[in-house]
């Protein structure tokens, strides 16, 4: 089956078809930038875990840097980008460049003068521990960035979840989470977390090497290494962060590198909890998108709620002619994904 059919045709077509309908005069409420998986290193070209897709290392950079170049000539400028986590390869790690690799792709984004917001991703502890993460790549002080309700870890690594929630504008409000609170690659060996996925792993997957997924098909598939889930008190701070929300009449836009929908992504990059998740949305009436990426190929699905969950196409499998990043145009009734390269067009209605 072609699955760039089953992921994105049907009804992708005709959502695109009514984002081109759009009157684009009216002016919207704000707007922001998104990108994924940059995964820049300083290297050769080379290929993905399975050695069935290219990678372009070094061509990574060039695209996040169109991309900044298209964000600076906005009409209306971004008020801030989201990226959706992988920002640097783990191949920086051999090499010894982790920390130069990081720090060549945020003088890039510096060089745009518009808040962005990290979103932790596998390859992000393939480089540095969470502690260095916290340190450097730390977006919690945002501008408009807050943690009114801090989650607070009472386990002995007192490493925190990253996950806080910001508002850009009234009425609106962002959530990141922290998909690798549960695993082994986000957490020290020593942790309740590290722990917790090593069990939940060891009774789903009996390979040797933990990044070869259980099965062939299925949802299965999703407990690998490469994956990780999200703790219980992270789960209870986003419910009782939503009710706010929903008090508040709010919408509510959620990020994480991890998919949590099985029909906006392959499920090989699945959260491990994602129902876990969907359970918490599910309930509260104030969730209208959930973005991600992680899924290079990208996907997109509306669930039965409403909820839009969008995840954006990798910018490392790019070819170099081409691009991967969007600006998403916030109205009172809609948000209005305009696309770039392998990034859809679409219009994301408030149900």
């Known amino acids: 089956m072609n699955k760039w059919w089953t992921k994105h045709e049907g009804l992708s077509s005709r959502l695109i078809s009514r984002a081109s309908k759009m009157d684009d005069s009216i002016q919207p409420l704000f707007t922001f930038g998104v990108i994924a998986d940059i995964q820049y290193a300083d290297i050769d070209d080379g290929y993905n875990f399975t050695h069935t897709r290219k990678r372009y290392y070094r061509n990574s950079l060039q695209l996040l840097r169109r991309a900044n170049e298209k964000w600076k000539t906005e009409t209306v400028q971004p008020s801030f980008i989201l990226q959706l986590g992988d920002i640097i390869d783990g191949f920086n790690k051999k090499y010894e460049a982790s920390q130069k690799a990081l720090d060549t792709v945020l003088t ?15 390859h992000e502890f393939y480089n540095f521990s969470r502690q260095d993460l ?77 990044n070869q997924p259980p ?36 919408k509510v836009t959620i990020v994480s590198h991890l998919p949590i929908h099985p029909s906006s992504t392959d499920p090989v990059c699945l959260a491990w909890n994602y129902d876990d998740v969907l359970s918490i949305l599910y309930s509260h009436k104030s969730v209208v998108c959930f973005m991600a990426g992680h899924d290079h190929d990208g996907g997109y699905h509306q669930d039965i709620s409403g909820i839009h969950h969008l995840t954006f196409e990798g910018v490392i499998e790019t070819r170099p002619n081409n691009d991967a990043f969007g600006t ?17 067009h679409r219009s994301l209605n408030y149900e």
Do not use: C
Request: charged residues 25%; glycine residues 6%; proline residues 3%.
């Open 134 to 210: 916290i340190t450097s790549l730390n977006s919690q002080n945002t501008d408009f960035a807050m943690r009114e309700d801090e989650i607070k870890q009472k386990h002995p690594d007192n490493e925190q979840s990253y996950a806080y929630h910001f508002s850009p504008a009234p009425n609106f409000r962002f959530v990141v989470l922290d998909a690798y609170d549960v695993s082994l690659i986000g957490r020290q060996e020593n942790s309740e977390q590290y722990n917790q996925a090593l069990k939940i792993l060891q009774e789903h997957n009996g390979n040797y090497d933990l």
């Open 108 to 122: 890039e984004f510096d060089r745009t003068g518009i808040a962005v917001h990290h979103v932790w991703g596998n």
């Open 328 to 344: 998403v145009y916030v109205y009172e009734d809609r948000m209005k994904l305009k696309g770039n390269g392998r990034v859809p």
């Open 215 to 250: 099965a062939y098909s299925g949802l299965e598939q999703r407990f690998v290494k490469f994956n990780g889930g999200f703790g219980q008190d992270q789960l209870e701070w986003l419910d009782r962060l939503l009710s706010l929300s929903d008090q508040k009449l709010e």
